[in-house]
């Protein structure tokens, strides 16, 4: 079983940076999550075992990069140029290193989620 603890949300302005963090329990492929009030759950960015390879939800392109130490074991989200649609829970999760990243099913292990709440 896979642990993992999210960091990192808060509340800022349009136009800030945050960056999430995602401390997991073993060594897995991952992916961010997030879900605003009254929407579903939705896909932003995947990294493999290893880090080599990484997937991104079209819209976050260009201002959000996934990375990892996998010494530490640690998953990173760096959020930039903030819009206040980009409000939500943001969720790791941990995956198989196969498969469509895209797929949420395909994600065994949940974090607990983080606030990320960006003000106009």
């Known amino acids: 079983q896979v642990q993992l603890v999210e960091s990192g949300g808060g509340l800022v302005q349009a136009g800030d940076s945050l960056r999430l963090s995602c401390a997991a329990s073993?060594?897995?492929?991952m992916g961010w999550f997030r879900q605003a009030p009254g929407k579903e759950r939705e896909f932003i960015a995947g990294?493999?075992?290893?880090?080599?390879?990484?997937y991104y939800k079209d819209s976050v392109k260009g201002r959000f990069i996934i990375s990892r130490d996998n010494a530490n074991n640690t998953v990173y989200l760096q959020l930039n140029s903030l819009k206040p649609e980009d409000t939500a829970v943001y969720y790791c999760?941990?995956?198989?290193?196969?498969?469509?990243?895209?797929?949420?099913?395909?994600?065994?292990?949940w974090g607990q989620g983080t606030q990320v709440t960006v003000s106009s």
């Open positions: 073993g060594r897995t492929a």
């Open positions: 999760a941990a995956r198989d290193n196969g498969g469509n990243f895209y797929n949420q099913y395909e994600y065994t292990y």
């Open positions: 990294i493999s075992w290893a880090g080599g390879t990484r």
